[in-house]
Nanobody, 118 residues
Framework: VQLQASGGGLVQAGGSLRLSCAAS????????MGWYRQAPGKQRELVAT???????NYPDSVKGRFTISRDNAQNTVYLQMNSLKYEDTAVYYC?????????????WGQGTLVTVSS
């Protein structure tokens, strides 16, 4: 299983970016797909998740600004980030979790850096 995250970059505060997570070896619609982030010196934190049934969850820190979506045909998950703030600066990671009769399987992408300038 590979999760290829892309789309990070440098953006001014108030700007937007869209991250992509292209999956291979697994089907995104059969997983709980998520985006997490880790800022320097801080723990990794949840940004957004979307379940196989389409239920979506965001923490309050990004609610109303970030949108997670899934393209089943492209087997890709996206994170649209609007109204970016300096504190959104972090490495963003794509995550996939699948639970089956044989156990729980979890995979991480390599991360993509988002830098928001104030």
């Amino acid at each position: 299983v590979q999760l290829q995250a892309s789309g990070g970059g440098l953006v001014q505060a108030g700007g937007s970016l869209r991250l992509s997570c292209a999956a291979s070896g697994t089907i995104v619609s059969e997983n709980v797909m998520g985006w997490y982030r880790q800022a320097p010196g801080k723990q990794r934190e949840l940004v957004a998740t979307i379940t196989s049934g389409g239920n979506i969850n965001y923490p309050d820190s990004v609610k109303g600004r970030f949108t997670i979506s899934r393209d089943n045909a492209q087997n890709t998950v996206y994170l649209q980030m609007n109204s970016l703030k300096y504190e959104d600066t972090a490495v963003y990671y794509c995550n996939a979790v699948r639970i089956s009769w044989s156990g729980k399987f979890e995979y991480w992408g390599q991360g993509t850096l988002v830098t928001v300038s104030s």
